[in-house]
């Protein structure tokens, strides 16, 4: 097999809704630091550069992840590739899995055909939200399953289970003397059983036939446009007649309103006679909920995970995480508390997969805690709410070094600036002006503007908003480097 | 009994400790509306107009919480009295209600003597944390109380106990036929018994001769000396040879350093031979932590108690104060969490007694969520510090109509202020400038000025501090109307 044959999507679409309140649908868990220096998307992405050419990683996700996730990637591409561009595919919205990996071997195919291989390409499409402990474990599983992939199997990913978690999907598997000759350590899968009682969960992991699905798979291209044209035709159909470009690939908005919202394992694995799987021998985690963050976490000796500024009296088995103010916990038992800016969760710890119940309700109240952080994350940085009054709203505006926000102008409100760390470049009405550290600057309503920061460090402000109407959505935009005029 | 020579003394010195993270030391219980338009030291206040010339009502309190009592009480005497002036006693230090009372007694002897009444003065002395449902009824204990005073009895008001609370106090009664012929309703006083285990308390609640000690005494001046003499010699000499002007009432620190501090229950009390109690026929409560709020809140069908901006999933028989942010709560058994601002506190419902423990271990690090909210309220109104940086921090202060804060200077940082709601007169150097709503100014280090509003409505400013040391300690102060020079 060609090395640029083999192709690798990150998943990267998710809203995973039960990590709120740390999780926003707009900073959603895959696009946070966990437990490490790298996000749980940038981690996916350094375990993929050692089996794939890094120009062939490439990412599936929402539109309005789009900006961050291309930021979390060009972090890496610089780290450790040769050189690379972006290769984002955005949706206009979530549709579950399968539209996602349909629409990237879409994708690839056009790449391919750009490039004129005329080959089928080999694809590995992996979530970006799993811990995985051993990157050369993973390469070694990832090259057995290419070899099955070549003879035409779609291959998952299957984790020894160590515990009855009811949380996780199991699959069967069984000897198969085919299967074994085009890989010694592929098995054959039986069935799918999605995230099964206790009972059931225990069985599971007493026998040796069942594993974890771990969510990733590796393909033929082709095998899985067939599937998806005989259990999915839906999506077959609206994928086969989409115009992608391989140089824009972003989903035009019509196509995409009658496609299904359906995971893959529903709508290719739990049907397909093409399965094989191929063990993966090393600590795997799906950090699908705050129970599996606790089970990841290093505990006490009163079995108590504990994060950022917190004091405790007496409490068991819980894990208390504080990201802003102080926490005071006592006497709790098997506890979760969360802390953000913007919200608290307290959770019994066997309720966790309930906070998600908790999202679609705040959802439906459009409650903005759902969607974002007070802080909320731009292109050219991020600002955050601090103070809201009557007439009045004050933000602290981050901007990153060489970053401009578009020209603008408000209908409804004025803006005062103070710089308070760094220097910045104010474009008001038609003249250029350099605020330095301590400087401030009136911007009238109807005034047109821009802020931005041509220079070496980070710029800092504080804005006072005034105004009868203070709204995000009163922007008129003139010129913007980021493509949203 | 001359009206004018019976005086009442609302001690409001406490730090309400275990009401945190919504008391603070220097915001403390008494002074916060509980479940009603008025604060617990303002309802202490209003119970008390019925039975003594509203003149002849002061309050005892720590001298870091004057100028909130000071507001607080003229804000019940325009309501509720003729006319009248402050009358606060202020301590360096708070020393328990041993030595409170004991400065009232010298106190109101020196304003009979001004006033040339040569008559012992009763003085019905009570906290200022207490809930009482019906104030006729307080009225007619008092009355009772009074009679037995005038017997050289010490009184108490004993509540009967309707369930076995072991974090109260307990009285055990027996008939008198001396003391039944001062006042048919007063009981002789065997024994006081501190917070009883659980066991116990149950007893008392079955037997009828235990009362809840409420906490509220009723005494001559001369008597309770007398008593003070002989178990707390130290109190009785220190505040004999006090000075104490009947005009600026706040004692001198040095006097106060050798001050014992004991309770009053403790110091006389549980010695003296003189006592005698009053049942007090109505709903009581002390508001000592939170289970007791939560004893008292109006509960739904899951006996849960939800205040603010809650989500709840199932929980159960627990408490949810939320002042800020959005809470959620998916499970919880018997579980208190209050969020305000700064602090969270999830506590077991069984372990609130213990919020003391935790306030205790936040003084020692010097954590300020021990101290001070967010928000911190001054003479002349309040601020909020909204936002802190590398050499930078934001606040919004608001200042009330009438008032202005010192002219004063700092060394070590500039100030930028802007106008967001209101007019401001603001001195820059030896000049006024009025500041318009939106308007900002620059003060530069080492720049006298002040910040005025003499205007009728409140005024609001955002202020952003720029220096290398930014501390509430780098000011020198020129003029102050609040007396802080």
Redesign the interface.
């Known amino acids: 097999m060609a090395v640029n044959n083999v192709y690798a999507v990150i998943l990267a679409g998710g809203s995973g809704s039960r990590l709120w309140?740390l999780s926003r649908e707009l900073h959603p868990k895959q696009l946070m630091k966990i437990e490490d220096d790298y996000t749980l998307f940038q981690s996916a992405f350094i375990r993929l550069v050692n089996s794939v050419d890094d120009k062939n990683i490439l990412s599936v996700t929402n539109v309005k992840l789009e900006s961050q996730v291309k930021s979390q990637l060009a972090e890496m591409q610089t780290k450790f590739c040769r050189k690379s561009s972006y290769r984002v595919i955005t949706e206009p919205e979530g549709k579950g899995t399968a539209p996602a990996i349909a629409l990237s071997i879409k994708y690839i195919e056009k790449l391919n055909k750009d490039k004129n291989i005329k080959e089928d390409p080999i694809i590995i499409a992996v979530p970006s939200d799993n811990l995985i402990s051993d990157n050369e474990k993973f390469a070694d599983a990832i090259k057995e399953a290419i070899k099955l992939a070549q003879a035409n199997y779609i291959v998952t990913f299957g984790v020894r289970p160590d515990r009855a978690d009811t949380g996780l999907g199991y699959i069967r598997t069984k000897r198969n003397k085919k299967i074994r000759e085009a890989s010694v350590k592929g098995l054959k899968v039986e069935e799918f059983i999605e995230k099964p009682d206790k009972e059931t969960a225990q069985e599971f992991v007493d026998s040796d036939k069942y594993y974890w699905n771990s969510g990733m798979f590796v393909f033929k291209a082709s095998v899985m446009m067939s599937e998806l044209k005989k259990y999915e035709p839906d999506i077959y159909d609206i994928v086969k007649n989409a115009e992608i470009s391989s140089q824009t690939p972003t989903i035009p908005y019509l196509d995409f309103e009658e496609m299904p919202d359906i995971s893959i394992d529903y709508a290719v694995m739990e049907n397909s006679k093409k399965l094989a799987m191929v063990p993966l021998e090393c600590d795997w985690r799906d950090v699908g909920s705050w129970e599996a963050i606790y089970d990841i976490s290093e505990t006490d000796e009163n079995g108590n995970y504990v994060m950022g500024n917190v004091?405790d009296?007496?409490s068991k088995n819980s894990m208390?995480y504080?990201t802003s103010?102080?926490?005071?916990?006592?006497?709790?038992?098997n506890?979760v508390?969360v802390?953000t800016?913007?919200?608290?969760?307290?959770?019994?710890r066997?309720?966790?997969q309930?906070?998600k119940?908790?999202v679609n309700?705040?959802k439906e109240r459009h409650?903005s805690?759902q969607l974002t952080h007070k802080t909320v994350y731009r292109p050219w940085g991020y600002y955050?709410v601090?103070?809201e009054?009557?007439?009045?709203l004050?933000k602290?505006i981050y901007v990153n070094p060489g970053a401009k926000l578009s020209v603008q102008l408000h209908h409804h409100r004025?803006e005062?600036w103070?710089v308070?760390?760094g220097k910045a470049l104010v474009l008001k009405g038609e003249e250029f002006i350099e605020l330095n550290?301590?400087e401030?600057i009136?911007l009238a309503i109807e005034e047109k503007h821009s802020l931005q920061n041509p220079y070496d460090e980070p710029l800092?402000i504080?804005e006072?908003q005034?105004g009868d109407i203070l709204d995000e959505n009163d922007i008129v935009r003139f010129e913007d480097m980021y493509g949203r005029v």
């Open positions: 309140p004091v009296l007496d208390i504080s103010k102080l926490i005071t916990t006592i006497g709790l038992e506890t508390v802390e800016e913007d919200a608290v969760l307290v959770c019994n066997d309720r966790t309930d906070v119940k908790i309700h705040l409650d805690t955050t601090l103070n009054g009557n007439g009045f004050t602290c004025s005062h103070v308070v760390e550290n301590g401030s009136d800092k504080l006072v005034r």
